[in-house]
């Protein structure tokens, strides 16, 4: 049994409108919706769910306040779902049904397990021209207007058990831990040969549990950038982006998400395989992000926030006076 990662996440929001604005500026496509829900796909249909937090059928918050109420991972066959019955049993919340099974897990988040409706895509990246290797031959790299994120990559928690936590996703569900923080943080994929992380938790000194932030994939480092500066002309708030995380390598770009927490375009992360060895941090803001762009680029200037767009048609002409 192998988890190929997220299939769905539920939020419980409190102001659904703004919700629904925020997610469509963001890229997914909004195929469902009604008074109290509404539902999207990124592109290879994993979906997000956009739920009033009043309505009592969604699982208990973790936090107060809009956040995530559930995280579905999927599984490539019914088979492979029938292995999981019964193992959640000892679990808090542990429910069987005909299409999936789940509980609680350590920190107070609610998981699914379905088999994945996600569609196989052919979408690829444009490539980049290293020393020594040429990819992209008589093509220039494209410019994105915004982005179309492909599926939800990871999310990540603040919890206050991070071991615990740790031992519940590698023994339930096969996870693998690809790096930590010892004794603070551990970033997680579901199996052997995968991405960096399709979970990262982090354990603050407070003891505080909740959301960080939900991640979405994007197919290269210029449709992070297009899609964030995108998201800025709409309004909305970086929260810090652009940058590159050393951990994992990836490039970023966080956003203040109204239905709860930080959300992220991200791409270009590293693929592991089972002869890697976990590595040990010790966290700090250079370990987070090796550079990054506080406060973010301003989406119609596309310079950083606050700095006047630039004069004339190239960058070397400049006003007489």
Not at 30 to 51: K, P, S, W, Y
Not at 126 to 143: A, E, F, M, Y
Request: contains cysteine.
């Amino acid at each position: 049994m192998t988890i190929l990662g997220i299939e769905q996440v539920t939020y419980g929001v409190t102001d659904l409108a703004t919700c629904r604005t925020f997610f469509s500026d963001w890229g997914l496509k909004e195929v469902a919706h009604d008074e109290t829900h509404a539902r999207f796909e990124a592109q290879n249909g994993c979906t997000i769910m956009l739920v009033d937090a009043s309505d009592p059928a969604l699982s208990p918050a973790f936090e107060a306040g809009p956040t995530l109420r559930e995280v579905t991972w999927g599984v490539a066959t019914a088979a492979e779902l029938d292995a999981l019955r019964g193992k959640f049993a000892a679990q808090p919340g542990h429910f069987e049904t005909s299409g999936a099974v789940g509980c609680t897990d350590p920190n107070g988040m609610a998981i699914r397990v379905e088999v994945t409706r996600k569609r196989t895509l052919d979408i690829k990246g444009s490539p980049s021209n290293v020393w020594g290797q040429d990819l992209r031959i008589n093509t220039p790299s494209p410019v994105y207007e915004r982005a179309e994120p492909i599926e939800v990559g990871h999310v990540v928690f603040f919890t206050n058990c991070v071991a615990e936590q740790e031992k519940f996703y590698h023994d339930l569900l096969g996870f693998e831990t690809s790096d930590r923080y010892p004794g603070r943080g551990a970033f997680m994929r579901c199996a052997p040969h995968g991405g960096h992380h399709d979970l990262f938790l982090l354990q603050l000194p407070d003891g505080r549990r909740g959301l960080n932030h939900v991640a979405f994939t994007v197919r290269d480092i210029h449709e992070v950038f297009g899609g964030g500066l995108h998201i800025s002309r709409c309004g909305w708030t970086t929260q810090l982006g652009p940058g590159r995380h050393p951990v994992s390598s990836a490039y970023f770009w966080y956003f203040q998400n109204p239905a709860g927490g930080l959300i992220e375009y991200y791409a270009d992360e590293d693929v592991l395989t089972p002869d890697w060895q976990p590595r040990d941090f010790e966290p700090g803001p250079t370990v987070f992000a090796e550079w990054a762009v506080d406060g973010g680029l301003d989406g119609n200037t596309r310079r950083q926030k606050n700095a006047k767009a630039p004069e004339g048609k190239f960058m070397t002409e400049r006003k007489n006076g």
